[in-house]
Every structure is written in structure tokens, then in C-alpha cells.
């Protein structure tokens, strides 16, 4: 069984549409992320919700809304879609509490804009 | 905000060589994590550690955090063509709230050579 799942796996697509990437999580988990990967690799957090609730919201352009209808799912959906967006994105899950922190992360989604 | 230096960003090596990867940063965290990413999938998680000067092994792999829980490092022995990927660390922390955050380093990309 796949513990956090994202669909699409690729999304190609151009400017100025819009999008969204859906995520799934079956490990019971509490807390879901969305990240970005540009082309370096370089892994950057956008938003985490907790139960359903936002709790983490980094400098990302308002086009970008995260929306989660239980603690299970967690989606992304990208207005007006620009070709700075271009990049993989990741969901991962982790249960809150402790110091450990730890991730587990979903196959990602390459966003492609052209 | 919180910053972790990875180093090297680029390995290639020939089966049967060590190396060692650094994660440096100025500031402390309450765990630091190991990951490690294939092409097309999300990153997996290879280790935590949580404890100043902890030393954990996997296999061939060695793990250490810095008795300050400032840097770490990921030693790899006799590395083999299996070992070929992205390892990414990634320090977790709080931040004065209830919820952990990671921040990943820029990345690794081994290549170990045949």
C-alpha cells in the first residue's frame, strides 16, 4: 500500500491556467506539507496543515491555495500559472508532537509551464 | 530563520572509495534527519537523530550529530553503485511553536562509478 500518494505524477500545462495536484496520506498522520524542489534539488517548505488547520505558511505567491477537507488529504491548487512554477512538488505527511519531526514524502508531481 | 550548509553538492567517486557529506549550520535543532532521494521519487527518510554527539550506523552508513546539535555528518563505506542518489539533511525545529518544521540543506548528488 502507497503511504502518501499525489496525483498527477506530471502536469504539463501553460501559463495562465489553472491547476491542481491532489495528495493522500494512509499512514494516520496528523500534519500535512506541501514543498517545492526547483531545478538545483533545493527543497522548500510552502505550507503545512495540521488537522485540518494551516499552520504553516511561507512566502508563497497568493495564486497558490492549499485546501484540506480531513486530515488525510491535503491538495494544491495554482492560479494563473506563471513559468517561475515550474518544478517538482512534493506532499509529505509526519505526526505532531515530539522533537523528531520526521517526513515521509510522496512521489512528487512535475509541473511543467510553458 | 534557520540555514543548514550541505557540502559537498557533487560527488563522484569509484565503487569501494568513502566519503563523507557535511551539514553545517549556525543554529541549533532539535533533530536532524537523512534523507535520501532517487530520480522521478520523493525523498526517504534514513535517519533521525536527536541527541548531541549520537552516532547511529546503517549497513555501510554512519550518522553522527555534532555535540552542539549544530552539524552532522553522513559517512558512507566502500560506497557502491547502489549508494548513486540525492542525500538531503534536514533540521527540525519548533521555532516557538507547537509544530516542528525541517529545513532542508541544498543537497548531495552521488555518483558512485562502477
Known amino acids: 500500500d502507497t503511504a502518501v500518494s499525489q496525483t498527477p505524477k506530471y502536469l504539463v500545462t501553460q501559463m495562465g491556467n489553472d491547476k491542481s495536484i491532489k495528495c493522500e496520506q494512509n499512514?494516520?498522520?496528523?500534519?500535512m506539507y506541501w514543498y517545492k524542489q526547483d531545478s538545483k534539488k533545493f527543497l522548500k517548505i510552502m505550507f503545512s496543515y495540521n488537522n485540518k488547520e494551516l499552520i504553516i505558511n511561507e512566502t508563497v505567491p497568493n495564486r497558490f491555495s492549499p485546501k484540506s477537507p480531513d486530515k488525510a488529504h491535503l491538495n494544491l491548487h495554482i492560479n494563473s500559472l506563471e513559468l517561475g512554477d515550474s518544478a517538482v512538488y512534493f506532499c509529505a505527511s509526519s505526526q505532531a508532537g515530539g522533537i523528531r519531526y520526521e517526513q515521509y514524502f510522496g512521489p512528487g508531481t512535475r509541473l511543467t509551464v510553458t | 530563520t534557520q540555514l543548514l550548509e550541505q557540502s559537498p553538492q557533487f560527488l563522484s567517486i569509484q565503487e569501494g572509495e568513502n566519503l563523507t557529506v557535511y551539514c553545517n549550520s549556525s543554529?541549533?535543532?532539535?533533530?536532524l534527519q537523512w534523507y535520501r532521494q532517487e530520480p522521478g521519487e520523493g525523498p526517504v527518510l534514513l535517519v533521525t537523530v536527536v541527541t548531541g554527539g549520537e552516532v547511529k550506523k546503517l549497513k555501510r552508513l554512519t550518522f553522527q550529530f555534532g555535540d552542539a546539535r549544530k552539524d552532522s555528518s553522513l559517512h558512507i563505506t566502500a560506497a557502491q553503485p547502489g549508494d548513486t542518489g540525492l542525500y538531503l539533511c534536514a533540521g527540525g525545529w519548533a521555532g516557538g511553536t507547537s509544530y516542528g518544521k525541517l529545513t532542508f540543506g541544498q543537497g548531495t548528488i552521488l555518483t558512485v562509478h562502477p
Open positions: 543554529s541549533v535543532f532539535s533533530s
Open positions: 499512514l494516520g498522520h496528523d500534519t
